[in-house]
């Protein structure tokens, strides 16, 4: 279950603290923040102050030093099954553009950025799992692209990030068919890591993104998302490359001491955090 905030984020508390917020914060002592998608009367359908809440929610959170990993679920029954249908259908009726979505802000992320999928979760809202560094799904959760099947083609760039998730086949079938996929496929074809029964799927997300808090140095994870995101395009030999010039920096680092100390002394790590000098995330 959700709580009300026990901390501010960032002065959060003064934007989000309002329990009827699209997007509610819970930042737990251990440094792990919980977002909640939160229009449970429309399902949680996307829509802009959604997004505005989500991305501005994961920008302050990026600049925080007491936020060290992020879950990210929905109230009630679904995740997000993408766009509010009962507002799609009128959008840019008029031959608007729509805005560009600022994607670069859960892409970019440099925290671990867990999903607790606990139910549907369709069209811009599988994309926003998607986003995530790890996906934990209900067993009940279904998926969808949707797009095909409302007229639309695939958004936000998740033609490329399918893709390289389930293939090139798996994600054309995906993308073209809509098709519904259950928790079990969607474990099979490689959508979501691992699935849980449903009352179980925010504690295990959370009880994993606070192991990764209280054990793993922030600055690695951060250059370790980085690295899988910029390794999915070029040669091994580059990839090679990029892990030297990471490693340089590391080797001697106070981080890596820590790490060697912590296990020979047989005690938790006190890694430094990552705060606002490190990231770069940019409010849309
Ligand atoms: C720019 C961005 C564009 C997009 O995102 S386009 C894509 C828009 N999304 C969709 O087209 C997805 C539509 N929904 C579904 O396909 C399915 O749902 C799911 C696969 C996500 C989940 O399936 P299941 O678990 O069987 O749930 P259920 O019985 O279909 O739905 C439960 C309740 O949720 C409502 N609902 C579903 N999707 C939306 C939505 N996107 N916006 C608003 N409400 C939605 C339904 O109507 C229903 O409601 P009730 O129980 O009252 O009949």
Redesign the pocket.
């Known amino acids: 279950m959700v709580r009300t905030y026990c901390r501010a984020v960032s002065g959060l508390r003064e934007d989000h603290g309002d329990p009827d917020a699209a997007v509610l914060a819970d930042h737990a002592p251990d440094g792990v923040l919980t977002l909640t998608f939160n229009r449970p009367e429309?399902?949680n359908?996307?829509a802009e102050d959604m997004e505005q809440g989500y991305y501005d929610l994961l920008v302050r959170a990026a600049a925080d030093p007491d936020v060290r990993a992020v879950v990210v679920t929905g109230a009630g029954?679904?995740f997000c099954?993408?766009?509010?249908?009962?507002r799609?259908g009128g959008?840019g009726a008029e031959g608007a553009r729509?805005p560009h979505k600022p994607v670069d802000v859960p892409r970019q992320f440099p925290k671990p950025l867990i999903a607790a999928i606990n139910?549907?979760?369709?069209?811009?809202?599988l994309?926003q799992a998607l986003f995530c560094h790890v996906r934990f799904a209900a067993d009940?959760?279904?998926?969808?692209t949707?797009?095909a099947?409302?007229g639309?083609i695939a958004?936000?760039g998740v033609a490329w990030t399918l893709q390289r998730l389930v293939g090139v086949e798996n994600a054309m079938d995906l993308l073209l068919s809509?098709r519904?996929v259950d928790a079990a496929e969607a474990k099979e074809l490689g959508l979501v890591s691992r699935v849980v029964p449903r009352a179980d799927v925010l504690g295990a997300a959370q009880a994993y993104a606070g192991d990764l808090a209280r054990n793993c140095s922030p600055r690695a994870m951060a250059v370790i998302a980085g690295q899988v995101l910029a390794d999915q395009e070029g040669s091994f030999d580059e990839a090679l490359e990029r892990s030297y010039i990471h490693a340089d920096r590391f080797i001697g680092s106070a981080d890596l001491r820590e790490g060697v100390a912590s296990f020979l002394e047989k005690r938790p790590p006190r890694f430094a955090p990552l705060g606002s000098r490190e990231s770069t995330l940019r409010a849309p």
């Not at 099954?81 to 009962?86: C, N, T, V």
């Not at 139910?119 to 809202?125: E, K, M, Q, R, S």
């Open positions: 429309r399902r359908g996307w029954s679904t099954p993408g766009a509010d249908l009962s799609l959008l729509l139910g549907g979760c369709a069209g811009v809202g994309v009940t959760a279904r998926f969808s949707a797009f099947r409302r639309l958004e936000y809509g519904t």
